[in-house]
């Protein structure tokens, strides 16, 4: 079944940091725009074709504006390159919200720690836990004050006393995870988001503590790829029915499900981003571009499995085991 699109319109750039950039979107109509709840994110279609997620770095207000704050990233595969070239009054398209990363509970203790951009989803959940009335703190690690989005609005957010800044390029300033964790009351719901290692150092320092899995809570902004491949990855390539001998194109901005899909062929998918594993389907020949974070690092060094929601290819052809 083909997803429903909204037809949405900028409005609004703001230079909400050194090189991050703050997006309104509305309906090119003015009209209502779907409702979403704390952790949720939209997949844009970006002119050129390409898609890209980007989390909803507010609660809803008006009921007529999405917000999403976007990094320059100098490894960019293009999408954040073009979004930083989006003009006010440039057309996009977008599949209504989705919600990988929600609050478990809203009324409950959390602690919420966030790196970099990756501060964007934990942002609605603030408010929302301040809204509710719950006990929780919110560690945000950045470079700088210059380099951290939203440091003002945080700084003068209703619940600012929640907020810590850890500015790493100043010395004193980095977060001891060990310590902060080690000094809750509580083995509190906690919320991470922000590049790989920053996640998983506070996972497994979480586990390591004792923390019971159904608290942690937690989003990759970024797929990982594997740095034992130093093939090129090709936005567009050939994958090939290893039952059928079918082979179809699959071209730039579309996934390799995608393209399954269209041609009659099903996978099982659920998350669409690479972290669940549904999806995972042997590959018999070709070399993987991994943009996951499901596969552990051997694994996308063996070449052999793949995440064809978000992953895509390093080869010409890639063979799978469909």
Known sequence: MKAIMLDLIVSHILKEAEDVIRLTLVEQDGGTLPSYKAGAHIELQLPSGLLRQYSLCRLPTTGKEFEVAVLRDPNSRGGSAEIHRLKKGDKLKAKPPENHFPLSNSRLPALLMAAGI?????????????????????????????????????????????????????????????????????????????????????????????????????????????????????????????????????????????????????????CEEGWCGTCMTRVVEGIPDHRDTFLSNDERASSDLIMPCCSRSRSDCLVLDI
């Open 118 to 270: 990756g501060v964007t989803p934990l942002i609605p959940m603030a408010q929302k836990l301040s809204q509710s009335g719950a006990e929780f703190l919110f560690h945000y690690s950045a470079k700088n004050a210059h380099q951290a989005a939203f440091y003002s609005t945080l700084k003068n957010a209703s619940f600012s006393d929640k907020v810590e800044f850890h500015f790493t390029k100043k010395q004193g300033e980095r977060v001891d995870i060990q310590a902060l964790l080690a000094s809750l009351p509580d083995k509190r719901n906690i919320y991470v988001c922000g590049p790989n290692d920053f996640i998983h150092t506070v996972l497994d320092t979480a586990r390591s503590l004792g923390w019971p899995e159904e608290k942690l809570h937690y989003e990759f902004f970024k797929g990982v790829t594997s740095p034992e491949v130093d093939i090129a990855p090709r936005e567009t390539f050939q994958i090939k029915v290893a039952s059928s001998g079918e082979v179809f194109d699959v071209e730039e901005g579309l996934s390799i499900t995608q393209t399954l899909e269209i041609n009659g062929i099903d996978i099982p998918i659920s």
